[in-house]
């Protein structure tokens, strides 16, 4: 589920509220559950990337095999291999990483750490890139806001 926060603290959030995703419907503790977690969010990331696997509809079905950290592990996310243009390959791999075995599996830890690092030291093709400035992206939103589509 998306819920939509009532305060916008920075510029980016001027035209889109800011969004976080939550479902605490099924909670409970369970053994293994961080591990289900970070599955999940691997699947929002392969929809959101793939814009074809519908958040909540899609079923993962087959795996392939990718390297991450110098090993080969296998993957649910199979909509984004082979990796699609423009898409950061580094964010890509951590998405795949997160959908392979349970013992494959990053933890919260580590994806926090990557994430952290990757805002800290963005790609060297992201930098100064025209389609990443505040500009752009405004103009992206303001784009999707006002053009999306009606059923």
């Not at 969010?41 to 814009?51: N, P, Q, T």
């Not at 959908?99 to 919260?108: A, E, I, T």
């Not at 963005?122 to 405004?138: F, G, M, Q």
Request: glycine letters at 6%.
């Amino acid at each position: 589920m998306l819920a939509e926060s009532s305060v916008a603290t920075d510029q980016e959030h001027e035209i889109s509220p800011i969004l976080k995703l939550i479902d605490f419907g099924l909670t409970y503790y369970e053994e293994g559950g961080e591990k289900r977690n970070i599955y999940n969010i691997g699947k929002v990331m392969v929809a959101l990337i793939d814009l074809h696997a519908m958040i909540g509809t899609w079923v993962p079905s087959g795996r392939k095999q990718i390297e991450f950290e110098g090993k080969m592990i296998n993957t649910a996310a199979i909509q984004i291999i082979p990796f699609p243009d423009g898409v950061d390959p580094n964010l890509l791999n951590i998405v795949c990483a997160t959908m392979s075995d349970p013992d494959d599996r990053p933890d919260l830890r580590y994806l926090y750490t990557k994430t952290q690092q990757a805002i800290a030291n963005p790609p060297a093709s992201y930098r100064d890139n025209p389609e990443e400035s505040d500009d752009a992206i405004s103009k992206l939103w303001t784009d999707i806001v006002h053009n999306a589509p009606t059923a």
